[in-house]
């Protein structure tokens, strides 16, 4: 297929769009509420795909864990799996909907785009997929090797109903796939500095995740006695020592891994930067550290989010805390990361602890062999693209199954300006007609190379996939 014939392919009918569009239309919400009734939502989401993909519903197995949809597409030759493809049902809440240009769960569809709450984060990638099996079913089209659906219902709130359930059942089954694939990776356009062209960065790996509580306790009093320091004085100060020393710079194989796969697109001056520096020292990390995008890539970062104490302003508190959130990078770990508070800090009586779900950064021995089929399918549907890797900053249901694939990519071929990024759990998030075709051809095109009974065999760009 010539590239040609390939950029002509990639189209949405109305039917495609409309069926994502209703997708959008039920509020699937998580909550961090543990006794949350049963939310008829997803239940109706739930009934709705199976009446719109009545192929993979007869021809595939399907295990609930809840909400979560738990698919078993059995291949010519069973007994091996090819691919566990990934994607959540479940969407952030709406701040402000009166922002908004379409109301967040209408599902509104115009000339360009498919308004919505999901539609990028992560519905979208649910119904290409169903979209993508349900078109092989029809024409007759098997995979050789087995593929695992798994559509989580809780990735919003890390995934510990859904993902880590559905990966505990993979587990004890004895699956071990070729290949790995969820959202995190994007192509971005005029958003990496100096290459001008868009950059694919194909996610190999997550960041860790920790919120750390600081809490102190004191006497109280009237306010006009105060001691030294109040509580709030304390907590404050914990606070102003832990951004003030963030943990330090440090390069890891992943971003030297994606610096080298880059190099070749960067500008002249930026290649011999590298060239001349190596890819590994501290020039690199300096640099990348100047913007808040790259600084996250070489750093543990530090985030205050919330700061709580007292009750009236002239009563001394008794009590004050703060949360700190940190994306640990590998290398880095929860316990390496709660001992820097403590030291930094310098004052034993303000406690720090977890509070909340954490959890520690992928290893990374690699990109994995199935890495290089994922940068030809992306180039095959978005050509002249550069490819990279890269690091999740967040994190995705993927980190559940790190163990149960040879391969992992974080990654959806939808092409997104800086403005586009910035929908994502914001106001007037969508996707554009042109990238749901994208999201579709590309996971056709993997589902006509597992058919061929190789996951790991690199495809050429513009090849017939």
Same mark, same amino acid.
């Given at each position: ?14 039917? *495609? ?11 699937? *919400? ?164 100096? *290459? ?101 890539? *070489? ?167």
């Amino acid at each position: 297929m010539t590239d040609e014939a390939a950029t002509h392919s990639v189209v949405v009918d109305n039917h *495609v769009a409309e069926r994502l569009a209703r997708a959008l239309r039920f509020a699937t *919400v998580s909550t961090e509420e543990p006794d949350r009734p049963d939310d008829p939502e997803f239940a109706r989401l739930g009934a709705y795909l199976e009446e719109s993909f009545p192929l993979v519903h007869t021809e595939l197995e399907l295990e609930r864990f809840g909400y979560s949809r738990l698919y078993r597409w059995a291949g010519a030759e069973p007994e091996r799996v090819s691919a566990i493809l990934l994607a959540h049902q479940d969407v952030v809440p709406v701040d402000d909907p009166h922002r908004w240009t379409h109301p967040p769960f209408a599902g509104i569809v115009d000339d360009e785009f498919i308004w919505g709450r999901g539609a990028i984060d992560d519905k979208s990638r649910v119904l290409a997929i169903l979209e993508a099996v349900e078109s092989a079913l029809a024409v007759g089209i098997r995979p050789y090797h087995t593929v695992y659906l798994a559509f989580g219902h809780d990735e919003e709130v890390f995934g510990d109903q859904g993902a880590a359930r559905m990966a505990r059942r993979l587990r004890e089954a004895g699956v071990h796939a070729d290949l790995l694939i969820d959202e995190g990776g994007v192509i971005t356009d005029g958003i990496v500095d100096g *290459v001008d062209r868009p950059v694919a960065s194909i996610m190999v790996g997550e960041k860790g995740y920790l919120t750390a509580r600081f809490s102190v306790r004191e006497v109280g009093g009237h306010s006009a006695m105060p001691g030294r320091r109040t509580a709030v004085g304390r907590i404050a100060r914990a606070v102003s020592r832990i951004q003030d020393h963030p943990m330090p710079l440090r390069m890891t194989p992943i971003v030297v891994d994606m610096l080298r796969r880059l190099r070749p697109a960067l500008p002249e001056s930026r290649r011999r930067l590298l060239g001349v520096a190596g890819l590994a020292t501290p020039l690199v990390t300096r640099v990348m550290a100047a913007r808040p995008q790259t600084e996250a890539l *070489v750093r543990t970062t530090t985030a205050p989010t919330v700061i709580s104490g007292g009750v009236k302003a002239n009563v001394l508190p008794q009590h004050a805390e703060a949360l700190v959130n940190f994306r640990i990078l590998p290398g880095d770990s929860v316990r390496s990361v709660l001992e820097h508070c403590r030291k930094v800090v310098r004052d034993k009586g303000i406690r720090i602890e977890p509070f909340g779900i954490s959890s520690e950064p992928s290893l990374f021995d690699g990109p994995g062999p199935g890495f290089d089929v994922i940068a030809g399918l992306a180039q095959a549907v978005v050509p002249g693209i550069a490819v990279t890797s890269g690091i999740v900053p967040g994190a995705t249901d993927a980190r559940h199954y790190d163990d149960l694939a040879a391969t992992r990519c974080n990654f959806a071929p939808i092409v997104m300006t800086e403005a586009d990024l910035a929908t994502i759990h914001g106001t007037d998030e969508r996707i554009s007609l042109v990238n749901y075709a994208r999201l579709i051809e590309f996971n056709r095109r993997l589902i006509d190379h597992l058919a061929r009974g190789s996951s790991t065999t690199p495809q050429t760009s513009g090849a017939d996939v």
